[in-house]
């Protein structure tokens, strides 16, 4: 599994890698500006993501952001709804409008601060699962 872990704090980031390094190949962007460089190069390299864990709140690019923009560099790579990486959004932000608009924009997964190792083990199991 490739996954891509995007947060501006060096803290969150080394947490968020020490549990998810366990599941498959980590890489690490600081800012959304980062991520969409490390997500386009992968589809070009046709060695996509399967999973992006991703902060809203980054300068440069917030998370939502680069949300929006990932799914369109998927689309323009023709890579059906629902085929390509598996977002989870980490913010600390906890109120439906938020919630509901991460998910309008394609995320799979909305993760409040602090995330728990649990939550984090438990969408890598349903991600790593295989389906029936």
């Given at each position: 599994m490739?996954?891509?872990i995007?947060d501006d704090?060096l803290?969150?980031?080394k947490y968020l890698?020490?549990?998810l390094r366990?599941y498959?190949?980590?890489?690490?962007?600081?800012?959304?500006?980062?991520?969409?460089?490390?997500f386009e190069?992968?589809?070009k390299?046709k060695?996509p993501?399967?999973?992006v864990f991703l902060?809203?709140?980054m300068?440069?690019?917030?998370?939502?952001?680069?949300l929006?923009m990932?799914?369109?560099?998927?689309?323009?790579a023709?890579?059906a709804?629902g085929?390509?990486?598996?977002?989870?959004?980490?913010s600390?932000l906890?109120d439906?409008?938020?919630?509901l608009?991460?998910?309008s924009k394609?995320?799979e997964?909305?993760?409040v601060?602090?995330v728990?190792?649990d939550?984090?083990?438990?969408i890598?199991?349903?991600?790593?699962?295989?389906t029936i």
């Open positions: 490739k996954i891509l995007v704090d803290v969150s980031r890698h020490g549990i366990r498959g190949y980590c890489e690490i962007a600081v800012n959304g500006k980062e991520a969409i460089e490390y190069l992968s589809i390299k060695d993501y399967d999973m902060d809203i709140m300068p440069e690019m917030d998370g939502d952001e680069t929006e990932i799914r369109k560099i998927e689309e323009d023709e890579i709804s085929q390509g990486a598996k977002i989870a959004m980490i600390a906890n439906k409008k938020n919630i608009s991460s998910f394609g995320c997964y909305y993760l601060k602090p728990h190792h939550k984090i083990q438990e890598m199991e349903e991600v790593t699962s295989p």
